[in-house]
């Protein structure tokens, strides 16, 4: 069950840069982690699961604060934020689905009609159903000893649905549009379930010790602005209203919320305006400064150096993140900014090559 715990249960945060970079303040430099840096490009992370199943580790809460930390402690001092081993697919699986990892994700009963909405669990007891995850946190948040503050997430609806219907990747996405646009009232009212589902577990994950809050929302690409307008931002910015209220009310004191709408560098202007997040998370499609001049002070902004630059060695590296760091920086300054890759690192990349990425980022990102 969901244990519930205030900042005064776990040992103090040494290092605040993310919180405060989030939050929209000047920073000595701006804090760095990447997506996935819990991940295959870890040897220490393919050992660990050679020996468990991909769901067995986010199940087992010993295992995921282990994995957690592992690039924490190769990186020492380089990397400011952990983020919980985990995935977004467990909400379906929490909903009632079943969801393998085979490699990539595979729903062997994926919704068909909207019929067969009503194969899912009725009401979600997400405490019950996702308890794993937050007794995760509690003990990555102790065995962290305040290094670094703990990054708590979930899918949004829209990139959740998308995987329900379609039963894992797809190219065309032809089944999640059929929904869309042939029964726009059906997926409606299955997307509000599932945004309802991410607010239960973003509150409870935030009571389990998560200090930061980030929404994935991994397939806004596929969306033109008018329909992330109409199927993806509303149920969004109903999820960050509703986890501040929810907080509020509880006397629990809101984080950061952190919203990677990877895609979807049209509807900047209008998650700036609507949305509700303190931090919009970009692709590398956009240039800095210019997500700069959309967002304007509005939102802190996270990432967003091409992945596939880890593959260019080091010089490569080194001229991409003194580029990006000017192009964040506000009056020659780091503000508002979290340095990030625009997507996950993937499993190719040499560890050591990310090292220099976090090293270069110190370097450049200064005053
Ligand atoms: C779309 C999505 C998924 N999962 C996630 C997203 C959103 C971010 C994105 O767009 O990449 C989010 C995610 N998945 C994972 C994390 C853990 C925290 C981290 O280190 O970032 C997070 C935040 C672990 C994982 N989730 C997965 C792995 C690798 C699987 C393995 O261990 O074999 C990891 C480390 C598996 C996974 N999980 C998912 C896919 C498509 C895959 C397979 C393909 C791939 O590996 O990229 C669904």
């Known amino acids: 069950m969901a244990g519930e715990y205030t900042a005064s249960d776990f040992p103090p945060l040494k290092n605040d ?18 997506m996935r840096q819990a991940g295959r490009y870890l040897p220490e992370f393919r050992e660990v699961r050679k020996e468990h199943a991909f769901f ?57 009609t909207p019929e067969d909405v009503s194969k899912l669990n009725p009401s979600v007891d997400v405490d019950k159903e996702l308890g794993y995850v937050y007794q995760a946190l509690t003990r990555t948040r102790h065995e962290l000893k305040g290094e670094v503050p703990l990054i708590g997430f979930c899918g949004a609806p829209w990139t959740l649905m998308a995987y329900m219907i379609e039963g894992g990747g797809s190219k065309t996405f032809q089944l999640a549009k059929t929904w869309l646009f042939k029964y726009p009232e059906a997926s409606k009212a299955l997307l509000a379930r599932i945004a309802d589902v991410c607010v239960d577990f973003l509150v409870g994950q935030v009571k389990a010790g998560a200090q930061l809050l980030q929404v994935f929302d991994s397939w806004a690409s596929e969306l033109s602005p008018h329909d992330f307008a109409t199927f993806s931002l509303p149920y969004l910015t109903h999820i960050a209203t509703s986890v501040r209220t929810r907080l509020a009310a509880l006397n629990i004191p809101a ?113």
């Not at 993310?18 to 000595?28: D, M, N, P, S, V």
């Not at 282990?66 to 985990?86: E, H, M, N, V, Y």
């Not at 560098?265 to 509700?276: I, R």
């Not at 509005?298 to 593959?311: I, V």
């Open 17 to 34: 840069l993310l919180l405060r970079a989030a939050r929209g303040e000047e920073t000595e430099r701006a804090p760095v982690w990447v």
């Open 56 to 112: 067995e580790v986010c199940r087992t809460p010993e295992l995921a604060t282990k994995i957690t930390l592992q690039p924490i402690q190769r990186f020492t001092g380089l990397i400011d934020a952990a983020i919980i081993f985990s995935d977004i697919l467990v909400i379906p699986q929490a909903m009632g689905m079943v969801v393998e990892m085979n490699p990539g994700p595979h729903f062997p009963e994926p919704l068909v």
């Open 255 to 367: 984080v950061p919320m952190t919203l990677f709408a990877k895609g979807a560098n049209q509807s900047l202007d209008s998650m700036a305006a609507t949305a509700g997040y303190d931090v919009l998370g970009l692709d590398w499609c956009i240039d800095p400064a210019e997500a700069r001049r959309i967002t304007g002070g509005r939102t802190a902004l996270q990432g967003n150096m091409d992945p596939g630059l880890l593959y260019g060695g080091r010089d490569a590296i080194e001229e991409a993140v003194k580029r990006m760091c000017e192009g964040f920086k506000v009056g020659g300054k780091p503000k508002a900014w979290i340095a990030n890759l625009g997507h996950g690192i993937t499993p190719g990349v040499d560890p050591e090559d990310l090292r220099w990425f976090f090293q270069c980022v110190h370097k450049y990102s200064k005053a």
